[in-house]
């Protein structure tokens, strides 16, 4: 007699799908849920008729397609996200206003050119040194922002790190528990729940791909390396390597950095490794620009006391007896001269004299020797910092104007009449003038006695009268600068002196290379500092390139900087460099952002997706439990009339 | 395909929707409240690199139009310092004409040269005017005094040689503190004037003193030679007070006597000096001074003449009489009677003297013409007043009015520069209104880049708020269906 356990069948069989309908309307809203459906099908216990009805498994609503590509959108979706919390803190600190770096540069060049509207005046000195100090702030404190940044991503990567470890050792676990029941032909659907879960949660820090291997379990593949063979999880660890490089490795082999490509993992790599990275060396390459450039043209001025009688150097090297050229100097001289004048204080007497620098061949302490040998000059290396230092004689000066020496050089001049030099050269190459006379006799009565003026190449640069018409002692016409006198007397044919003109006073780069008279200390953008000693005697600023209170000459060199393309292979100015900067990060923000938007957009999509085969629709469900429940009603009535049926028989007995 | 909608899909749905519609509102609040387009550069990328760059222009032009500022007070302050100068000039002037006319009364003159003196102090006031403390026509060493007296009362200049510059725009810069030497020391030298009657005159070469001087022209020794006719000698000599008294110059020949011994013994007869008044000697004269016709001066010895020795027979008896001359304090040289000949003076100044006409002992005085400087100018007008040489009415009056020249031209100088600077200053008024051109469009670039289109906003949050209501609204009304509101 089957027909009760047939009804016993059925009323069963609904009871389990009324507790399946329950579970699914209970977790409508549990993340990670999978709707359960019951597989029925007919028993036929060795009975052609069939033994009732009976539920084969208890299936979750998932599809395999779906889910895989919700883990890597998940994946995508998170490392752009983390890019964007980052580099979103970077932007703010960047994005240009009145305090920016920006601002801040154009400001410090106004300071200078309106400077030069009163190179004396000290208030103005203390503006253009305020500004600039500002400025150097400024770039130190992005660049300790960016630091910060950094330290914030590797903090973040530590947590990743304890999050990756933690779940791929879960996944392990419920690898090994699902593979019991599998074994035991069981379906655990709620570890199979879980495990999806966690691989969810886990593409959300690294990209993800699982291979389904045997008993249900399932390996899990994370940038390229596996984190879950079967049972067994394989530990991740996270490093910075010595060049500021951070990866993650496995624990048991540190060598080899994966590849991570998606998660928040690569979000914290590529913003901390690339982004990161590029601004400070885009900072550092503005800050180097415009140490380079002003140091330079500083180095070479004169404040407003005129020549140093001491000047020591803020940059120093590694070693003073090595050649500077495989020194570390941020700003590596090259072969070249440097003019160095030295002035009589009581006199004025200056003369001037050039030393050779070539820096494959010199230590710093040759520098210092070859400078020393410069009369009334000394330079000795401290040995404590390994820097330059340059003290002149007592009752002497020096500087690095390269202004004209105070008398004429090479004087080979036979008659009585005495030459004299003075002026500001204003050509642009560095040369000797020679001066010679052309017919002798009596300067300012002989007519048709003439001076010649050449240049190195011997080219004629001007030919005066100094014969008669000429005043003896007045001053000819300048030659790019330079005015030569005659005295009166008799000047003889080929009488000849020279003065060397000099436009470039340190073809070298030495004194920007060893920090010497510079503007700027520090050679970095996180080392960016005004030279200490001008903060407190702002006069020692350098205006000038004669030492005058009026001669901005040196501030107008300073300010055509602002429009020097010296950045970016000489393409850009600061101002275009910083804006491209700028523009950079906000392109790069706007296009994680409308990436976030479209992953996000996707992630929807496909979310809903899975959610129409994985999800819950409580309607759906409700009409489900009717119709249930109308099945308990059915199979409850045929038990009924079963047991009726049984009853009669049982009454024919009696 | 056919989805099935889900609680969580309608939930899900509902969030990120109104999530957006809120961070939209959340964009449109901040520019509306920040006015600006741009508040961050991912806002506009390339509007934020151009709002940089356009951002320093705009700063640039304002240091451009401080400078122009500022060098318009400069050069305002200078314009009208020179007006000042070219004032003292004008009165100087009147002075000068007042003086000319009223030569013969020294007190009236006198009162006149302690005017000019006062006004030669306010020129030196003048040129030394600071503005903000920095001396105006210093040149580019605005913290020297450029004007100083020295102890002998003359004005050096000891200001820069190169004006001070200053930066206007990118390309240009305008002087603004002028070389103090070019404004009130500028010279055209021309040919020196010498007056008195020595015979010097300016040699061939070229003067480089400056202003006036003296030239001292000294007898040193005199000689004499046979006569010219028969080779005979006279038997004169220099008389004992010949060195010291004689102020006859020249080469031999220059100068002769006429000697005509009436006696015939050599006891006595007549002589003259270059066809002068004839002076009666006697064998005992050992100092007799003959006057020539230009009031040169000769002492004789007669004492040994050749008896009967007669000009009429024997020509006349050449002299050679050698001479120094020496300039204003300077080295005396020996006068070698030729086209040009060069005398420093103390400070190593040079004047060429033609000496070759020289022929009396004197003091000359030489003008150096066109290189009176401004100070110079007054300086002598006030000394020509005072007539400390001691000139006769006519010669003063000739005197002031030579002054008159050297006022007009250091005054036109003066004026030039008046003239320089005003051209400076319109072109600075040009240079201005294109900054300030330039600069109006550039604000409006950045305010068109980065300022916020109220209006459109307006709009755009309405339409945004609009969207909200809907998407809430469109959510409650989901959610309030269930299929539980229809089974009981």
Same mark, same amino acid.
């Given at each position: 007699m089957s027909a009760l356990s047939i009804g016993l069948s059925a009323v069963l069989t609904s009871q389990r799908q009324i507790d399946i309908t329950g579970q699914n309307i209970a977790n409508a809203s549990t993340p990670g849920y999978h709707r359960q459906t019951a597989t029925l099908a007919a028993r036929n216990f060795d009975n052609p008729l069939g033994a009732g009805v009976g539920i084969t498994d208890v299936t979750r609503g998932r599809s395999e397609l779906l889910e895989t590509a919700l883990v890597r959108n998940n994946s995508e979706t998170q490392s752009v996200t983390t890019q964007l919390d980052a580099l979103r803190q970077v932007e703010v600190f960047l994005a240009p206003g009145d305090g920016s770096i920006d601002g801040l540069v154009s400001k410090f060049f106004n300071g200078i050119q309106q400077l030069a509207s009163a190179p004396g005046d000290v208030a103005q000195r203390r503006v253009v040194l305020g500004t600039a100090s500002a400025l150097a702030d400024k770039l130190n404190a992005a660049t300790d922002e960016i630091r910060k940044v950094g330290e914030d991503l590797? @903090?973040?990567?530590?947590?990743?790190?304890?999050?990756?470890?933690?779940y791929t050792k879960q996944i392990a676990d419920l690898n090994g528990q699902i593979e019991k029941a599998t074994v035991l032909h069981q379906t655990p659907n709620d570890l199979l729940d879980q495990r999806d879960q966690l691989v969810s949660k886990l593409s959300e820090l690294v990209d993800v791909r699982t291979v389904n291997v045997e008993f249900g379990k399932i390996n899990v593949i994370a940038a390229g390396t596996p984190l879950v063979v079967g049972t067994q999880q394989l530990p991740l660890q996270y490093q910075v390597s010595a060049t500021n490089q951070a990866n993650f490795v496995r624990a048991d082999n540190s060598t080899l950095a994966l590849n991570v490509t998606g998660g928040q993992a690569a979000g914290v790599l590529q913003v901390r490794n690339g982004d990161l990275q590029s601004l400070r060396n885009s900072l550092d390459a503005l800050s180097k620009g415009l140490v380079k450039g002003v140091d330079a043209l500083h180095a070479t001025g004169l404040g407003l006391t005129g020549p140093l009688t001491s000047a020591a150097g803020t940059r120093g090297v590694s070693d003073p007896t090595a050649k500077l050229a495989t020194t570390n100097l941020a700003f590596p001289p090259q072969a070249g001269d440097l003019y160095v004048s030295v002035t009589n204080t009581a006199t004025g007497a200056r003369t001037l004299t050039k030393v050779g620098i070539d820096p494959a061949t010199q230590s710093l302490n040759d520098v210092a020797t070859a400078l020393s040998a410069v009369p009334n000059l000394t330079a000795s290396v401290d040995p404590a910092t390994n820097t330059l230092k340059v003290i002149a004689a007592n009752g002497y000066a020096f500087d690095f104007a390269g202004r004209l020496p105070s008398a004429p050089e090479n004087v080979a001049v036979t008659g009585t009449s005495a030459p004299k030099i003075a002026g500001t050269y204003t050509g642009t190459t560095n040369d000797a003038y020679t001066f010679k006379v052309v017919g002798g006799g009596t300067v300012g009565q002989t007519p048709g006695l003439t001076l010649e003026v050449r240049d190195g190449a011997n080219n004629l640069l001007g030919s005066f009268n100094v014969g008669q018409?000429?005043?003896?002692?007045?001053?000819?016409? @300048?030659?790019?600068?330079?005015?030569?006198?005659?005295?009166?007397g008799t000047a003889n044919a080929g009488d000849s002196f020279q003065t060397r003109v000099v436009a470039n006073s340190d073809t070298a780069g030495i004194l920007p290379a060893l920090g010497l008279n510079t503007f700027f200390a520090g050679d970095s953008a996180s080392t960016l500092a005004v030279r200490p000693d001008l903060l407190t005697h702002p006069e020692l600023l350098s205006a000038s390139r004669t030492g005058d209170s009026g001669d901005a000459s040196n501030l107008l060199r300073l300010g055509t900087l602002r429009d020097q393309r010296s950045l970016n292979n000489g393409t850009q100015t600061f101002g275009e460099f910083y804006g491209s900067v700028v523009s950079n990060i906000g392109v790069r923000v706007q296009t994680l952002s409308s990436e976030q938007?479209?992953?996000?957009?996707?992630?929807?999509?496909?979310?809903?997706?899975?959610? @129409?085969?994985?999800?819950?629709?409580?309607?759906?469900?409700?009409?489900?439990?009717?119709?249930?429940?109308?099945?308990?009603?059915? @199979?409850?009535?045929?038990?009924?009339?079963?047991?009726?049926t049984l009853n009669s028989l049982l009454q024919l007995v009696h | 395909m056919d989805l099935r909608l889900t609680l969580q899909t309608t939930v899900n749905r509902a969030l990120s929707s109104t999530r957006l519609q809120t961070d939209a509102l959340g964009k449109l609040q901040e520019q509306a409240s920040s006015g600006k387009r741009i508040n961050l550069p991912e806002d506009d990328p390339l509007g934020s690199a151009a709002v940089i760059n356009a951002r320093a222009q705009d700063t640039r032009l304002d240091s451009d139009l401080s400078n122009i500022q500022t060098a318009r007070t400069t050069l305002d302050v200078g314009v009208s310092t020179l007006q000042s100068a070219n004032q003292i000039f004008i009165k100087a002037r009147e002075l000068a004409i007042e003086g000319s006319s009223s030569a013969n009364d020294q007190t009236a003159l006198n009162a006149l040269a302690t005017e000019v003196d006062a006004l030669y102090k306010q020129l030196v006031e003048v040129a030394n005017t600071q503005h903000n403390g920095q001396y105006l026509f210093a040149g580019a060493r605005t913290n020297t005094v450029p004007f100083a007296t020295n102890a002998a009362g003359t004005v050096t200049y000891q200001g820069g040689d190169a004006r001070a510059e200053l930066p206007v725009s990118t390309s240009q810069t305008v002087s603004s503190f002028y070389v103090g030497s070019e404004v009130f020391q500028a010279r055209q030298r021309g040919t020196s004037v010498y007056t008195? +009657?020595?015979?010097?005159?300016?040699?061939?070469? !070229? %003067?480089? !003193?400056?202003?006036? *001087?003296?030239? =001292?022209?000294?007898?040193?020794?005199?000689?004499?030679?046979?006569?010219?006719?028969?080779?005979?000698?006279?038997?004169?000599?220099a008389g004992t007070g010949s060195a010291a008294g %004689?102020? =006859?110059?020249?080469?031999?020949?220059?100068?002769?006597? +006429?000697? =005509? %011994?009436? +006696?015939?013994?050599?006891?006595?007869?007549?002589?003259?000096?270059?066809? *002068?008044?004839?002076?009666?000697?006697?064998?005992? %004269?050992?100092?007799?001074? =003959?006057?020539?016709?230009?009031?040169?001066?000769?002492?004789?010895? !007669?004492q040994n003449i050749a008896a009967g020795f007669d000009s009429g027979v024997d020509g006349k008896v050449p002299l050679t009489a050698t001479g120094t001359a020496a300039a204003s304090g300077g080295a005396a040289v020996a006068l070698n009677f030729t086209g040009n000949q060069t005398v420093t003076d103390a400070n190593g100044g040079v004047t060429n003297v033609d000496t070759s006409n020289v022929r009396r002992a004197g003091t000359t005085s030489v003008s150096y013409t066109g290189t009176y400087d401004a100070f110079q100018a007054l300086a002598a007008l006030r000394d020509d007043l005072r007539n400390p040489r001691g000139l006769s009415g006519t010669d003063q009056a000739k005197t002031i009015s030579a002054r008159l020249g050297d006022l007009d031209r250091a005054r036109n100088n003066i004026l030039e520069v008046v003239g320089e600077q005003s051209a400076t200053l319109q072109n600075l008024d040009g240079l201005e209104s294109h900054a300030q051109d330039v600069q109006l469009s550039t604000k409006k670039l950045i305010t068109d880049k980065e300022s916020a289109d109220v209006a459109d906003i307006v709009v755009k949050l309405q339409s945004q708020q609009n969207q909200f209501r809907l998407t809430l609204a469109t959510s409650a009304k989901l959610f309030d269906q269930s299929l539980l509101d229809f089974i009981k």
């Open positions: 590797d @903090a973040q990567a530590g947590n990743i790190l304890t999050n990756i470890n933690t018409g000429y005043e003896p002692g007045s001053a000819l016409p @300048a030659v790019k600068g330079v005015v030569a006198r005659l005295r009166a938007d479209a992953k996000t957009a996707l992630g929807q999509n496909l979310s809903a997706q899975q959610q @129409a085969v994985s999800g819950v629709d409580p309607n759906e469900e409700l009409v489900k439990l009717l119709q249930y429940q109308r099945s308990f009603q059915l @199979a409850s009535r045929y038990v009924s009339v079963v047991n009726d | 008195g +009657s020595t015979g010097a005159a300016p040699g061939s070469g !070229t %003067d480089s !003193t400056t202003g006036q *001087g003296t030239l =001292v022209i000294a007898h040193t020794a005199t000689t004499f030679g046979v006569s010219q006719t028969t080779s005979k000698n006279s038997g004169v000599a %004689d102020t =006859v110059l020249g080469p031999a020949g220059a100068n002769v006597l +006429s000697l =005509v %011994d009436t +006696s015939g013994t050599g006891a006595g007869g007549t002589v003259s000096l270059n066809g *002068g008044p004839a002076v009666a000697f006697t064998s005992a %004269d050992a100092n007799l001074k =003959v006057t020539g016709p230009g009031g040169e001066i000769v002492y004789l010895n !007669t």
